[in-house]
């Protein structure tokens, strides 16, 4: 959990930034709306490099184990961040700026793309029989305990900053990575790698490719928790990131709305993601993912109807809502049912595949499309939220058809 939070925070770091900084500095020279979608296309970048992180890990984690490979993801998400809050921006080195900043979202996506299969895998392959809902969210806590961090440092640095936070001030949270980044690498360099996937490399029965044994003999599964990513990042991205700009649109630029709202929403995720983790071992991985996938819409549309009203205490309860209670039910049991759906030999390649292909499928493109999406509804929400019923439809599918896990022993 701690591992995975400093690797969440550095990466929802970027999002934060990229709502709220990389406009003005990165992209100047253009108008609101194609600064805003150019803003989103780098954050979409870090998307698009997660599948190439879950190839290259899945093949190290299935043959060497699961240890090694977080080291070095946190490693490399910690150098990429860091460099980030040392960027020069636009107005200091032209064109090259938003180049290098591409540069190193792409490092964070490949580092986002090997970290969670490690962790999920590593949590759920420990975990007591009954009990893996729950161990497996502890992973995920990550996420919520990530963006706490992240908005919560931003928060507090553009509070405190004021006026000089464009100029120099944004900077600190990236830098801050380091002194994080420091307290991971002593704990994962303390982690074990489960017996079960010991005991079947001391057998030298590790598989020589599993990203192609995966997808020769496991495709259906593939495909299948693919689906499974679809509607929940999308959610969470739409609420948590692209939440940030469209709220600048009624609460004004300097409001910290949304930065609240997303707050309250990671504190709550750090109680709602375990229960709903728990309650997947009690009553089985595709009831909460079920009920997830067909409200989402419901979250969504209150999300927006609270943003047009102007009230602040409906935006909080909006998204709390639609974070906590929605995307949650999806989230909390989501490392247990992925690993549970793949044997030990392609487990960290099975699970990661379908985990970062629904992840840039979806949730890397989700404020990019929310933009242009806006623009042309004349400013209006509904065509993001047809947008976003189409891929809960397919969640919503995947999670039928998935086969029920939660009493199965791990293969």
Same mark, same amino acid.
């Given at each position: 959990?701690?591992?995975?939070?400093?690797?969440?925070?550095?990466?929802?770091?970027?999002?934060?930034?990229?709502?709220?900084?990389? *406009?003005?500095?990165?992209?100047?020279?253009?108008?609101?709306?194609?600064?805003?979608?150019?803003?989103?296309?780098?954050?979409?970048?870090?998307?698009?490099?997660?599948?190439?992180?879950?190839?290259?890990?899945?093949?190290?984690?299935?043959?060497?184990?699961? *240890?090694?490979?977080?080291?070095? !993801?946190?490693?490399?998400?910690?150098?990429?961040?860091?460099?980030?809050?040392?960027?020069?921006?636009?107005?200091?080195?032209?064109?090259?700026?938003?180049?290098?900043?591409?540069?190193?979202?792409?490092?964070?996506?490949?580092?986002?793309?090997?970290?969670?299969?490690?962790?999920?895998?590593?949590?759920?392959?420990?975990?007591?029989?009954?009990?893996?809902?729950?161990?497996?969210?502890?992973?995920?806590?990550?996420?919520? #305990?990530?963006?706490?961090?992240?908005?919560?440092?931003?928060?507090?640095?553009?509070?405190? !900053?004021?006026?000089?936070?464009?100029?120099?001030?944004?900077?600190?949270?990236?830098?801050?990575?380091?002194?994080?980044?420091?307290?991971?690498?002593?704990?994962?360099?303390?982690?074990?790698?489960?017996?079960?996937?010991?005991?079947?490399?001391?057998?030298?029965?590790?598989?020589?490719?599993?990203?192609?044994?995966?997808?020769?003999?496991?495709?259906?599964?593939?495909?299948?928790?693919?689906?499974?990513?679809?509607?929940?990042?999308?959610?969470?991205?739409?609420?948590?990131?692209?939440?940030?700009?469209?709220?600048?649109?009624?609460?004004?630029?300097?409001?910290?709305?949304?930065?609240?709202?997303?707050?309250?929403?990671?504190?709550?995720?750090?109680?709602?993601?375990?229960?709903?983790?728990?309650?997947?071992?009690?009553?089985?991985?595709?009831?909460?993912?079920?009920?997830?996938?067909?409200?989402?819409?419901?979250?969504?549309?209150?999300?927006?109807?609270?943003?047009?009203?102007?009230?602040?205490? #409906?935006?909080?309860?909006?998204?709390?809502?639609?974070?906590?209670?929605?995307?949650?039910?999806?989230?909390?049991?989501?490392?247990?049912?992925?690993?549970?759906?793949?044997?030990?030999?392609?487990?960290?390649?099975?699970?990661?595949?379908?985990?970062?292909?629904?992840?840039?499928?979806?949730?890397?493109?989700?404020?990019?499309?929310?933009?242009?999406?806006?623009?042309?509804?004349?400013? *209006?929400?509904?065509?993001?939220?047809?947008?976003?019923?189409?891929?809960?439809?397919?969640?919503?599918?995947?999670?039928?058809?998935?086969?029920?896990?939660?009493?199965?022993?791990?293969?």
């Amino acid at each position: 959990m701690i591992g995975t939070t400093i690797e969440w925070y550095d990466f929802y770091l970027y999002a934060t930034a990229t709502a709220l900084v990389f *406009k003005p500095l990165f992209f100047p020279n253009v108008s609101s709306t194609a600064g805003t979608l150019a803003a989103f296309g780098t954050y979409a970048v870090g998307f698009g490099a997660r599948p190439l992180g879950a190839v290259i890990s899945g093949h190290l984690g299935d043959r060497v184990g699961r *240890k090694a490979v977080l080291v070095g !993801a946190l490693l490399l998400m910690g150098i990429a961040t860091t460099a980030i809050g040392v960027l020069p921006t636009y107005a200091q080195a032209g064109i090259a700026a938003p180049a290098l900043l591409v540069v190193l979202r792409l490092l964070q996506g490949l580092a986002v793309g090997a970290e969670w299969g490690g962790a999920a895998l590593l949590s759920v392959e420990h975990a007591t029989p009954g009990r893996r809902g729950l161990f497996g969210s502890f992973t995920q806590l990550g996420s919520s #305990a990530g963006m706490l961090l992240a908005t919560g440092v931003y928060y507090l640095v553009r509070t405190v !900053a004021g006026e000089a936070f464009l100029s120099w001030a944004w900077r600190v949270p990236f830098l801050l990575s380091l002194v994080l980044v420091a307290v991971g690498l002593v704990i994962r360099l303390r982690l074990t790698d489960a017996p079960v996937f010991a005991e079947l490399r001391a057998r030298g029965e590790t598989a020589r490719l599993p990203v192609v044994e995966v997808l020769r003999t496991q495709p259906r599964n593939v495909a299948l928790t693919t689906g499974l990513r679809l509607s929940q990042i999308a959610l969470f991205v739409l609420l948590t990131t692209y939440s940030l700009t469209y709220l600048q649109t009624t609460f004004g630029k300097d409001s910290s709305v949304g930065l609240v709202a997303v707050m309250v929403a990671s504190a709550v995720g750090l109680v709602s993601t375990p229960l709903w983790g728990y309650l997947s071992d009690r009553f089985g991985r595709r009831p909460p993912y079920l009920f997830g996938s067909a409200a989402g819409i419901v979250a969504l549309v209150l999300f927006f109807l609270a943003a047009d009203s102007g009230s602040a205490v #409906a935006v909080v309860l909006a998204i709390v809502f639609g974070v906590n209670v929605v995307h949650d039910a999806m989230y909390g049991p989501q490392a247990a049912w992925f690993g549970e759906l793949f044997d030990t030999r392609v487990r960290y390649s099975g699970a990661s595949l379908g985990y970062q292909i629904g992840a840039v499928l979806s949730g890397g493109f989700a404020p990019l499309f929310a933009a242009a999406l806006l623009a042309a509804g004349d400013g *209006k929400p509904w065509l993001i939220v047809a947008y976003f019923a189409g891929l809960a439809v397919l969640t919503f599918a995947s999670a039928w058809f998935a086969r029920e896990t939660n009493r199965e022993g791990l293969a």
